[in-house]
């Protein structure tokens, strides 16, 4: 969306806050993500991550700000906040770099689909797949394209013919919709890890 001056600017981005703040719903969210990512996006790249990086941050943020928008008690903090958030990200990605942090992250899960024919059961793989099933199918493609088959954003976009902000979407939602499987698990990993530790 192209505005005529910064004060347009500012009016339409405080029209999405107070929606999404007064009414959480999916389509007050889908305007709030569509108005900050792209300022997200330039955040992040501005402090030298490059472009997909960028983008993985910045939906990272969007999310966080979906779960916990509703602890922001003065709305008028509500873009100092999300900054905030954006920082605190910034500072995780960059701690993460400086030490090894076994994870289980979709990226990865989706790599080991790509490592095999055959996904058996209790895989990550295998539960991945099934996971897809919840999701719809435009972000079942949206999803593969961009973690099995490492296509980029602007990639994916252009094979579709879709604003690359409208792939962002698909993949945010895709991704918190799997969320809570994914710290599943995660949980189940950790647990696993230690019965082996000690022995057990």
Same mark, same amino acid.
């Given at each position: 969306?192209?505005?005529?001056?910064?004060? @347009?600017?500012?009016?339409?981005?405080?029209? !999405?806050?107070?929606? #999404?703040? @007064?009414?959480?719903?999916?389509?007050? #969210?889908?305007?709030?993500?569509?108005? #900050?990512?792209?300022?997200?996006?330039?955040?992040?790249?501005?402090?030298?991550?490059?472009?997909?990086?960028?983008?993985?941050?910045?939906?990272? !943020?969007?999310?966080?700000?979906?779960?916990?928008?509703? %602890?922001?008690?003065?709305?008028?903090?509500?873009?100092?906040?999300?900054?905030? $958030?954006?920082?605190?990200?910034?500072?995780?990605?960059?701690?993460?770099?400086?030490?090894?942090?076994?994870?289980?992250?979709?990226?990865?899960?989706?790599?080991?689909?790509?490592?095999?024919?055959?996904?058996?059961?209790?895989?990550?793989?295998?539960?991945?797949?099934?996971?897809?099933? #919840?999701?719809?199918?435009?972000?079942?493609?949206?999803?593969?394209?961009?973690? $099995?088959? %490492?296509?980029?954003?602007?990639?994916?976009?252009?094979?579709?013919?879709?604003?690359?902000?409208?792939?962002?979407?698909?993949?945010?939602?895709?991704?918190?919709?799997?969320?809570?499987?994914?710290?599943?698990?995660?949980?189940?990993?950790?647990?696993?890890?230690? !019965?082996?530790?000690?022995?057990?």
């Amino acid at each position: 969306m192209e505005y005529k001056s910064p004060s @347009e600017k500012l009016l339409r981005e405080g029209v !999405v806050v107070t929606q #999404f703040l @007064e009414s959480r719903s999916e389509d007050s #969210f889908a305007d709030l993500f569509k108005v #900050f990512t792209p300022q997200l996006i330039s955040f992040f790249r501005g402090r030298g991550c490059e472009l997909a990086m960028s983008e993985d941050l910045a939906q990272e !943020v969007m999310f966080i700000v979906y779960r916990k928008a509703n %602890q922001l008690r003065d709305r008028a903090l509500f873009r100092a906040w999300l900054f905030k $958030v954006a920082r605190s990200a910034f500072c995780r990605y960059y701690g993460k770099q400086s030490r090894e942090v076994e994870t289980i992250e979709l990226d990865k899960i989706a790599d080991r689909i790509t490592a095999t024919t055959k996904a058996h059961a209790s895989t990550p793989a295998f539960e991945f797949l099934q996971w897809m099933a #919840f999701l719809d199918t435009r972000e079942r493609e949206a999803l593969t394209l961009r973690f $099995v088959e %490492q296509w980029e954003y602007h990639e994916i976009a252009a094979e579709k013919a879709i604003p690359i902000g409208t792939v962002q979407w698909r993949v945010f939602n895709a991704k918190r919709k799997l969320a809570p499987y994914l710290k599943l698990r995660e949980r189940a990993d950790r647990r696993t890890e230690h !019965v082996g530790t000690d022995g057990k």
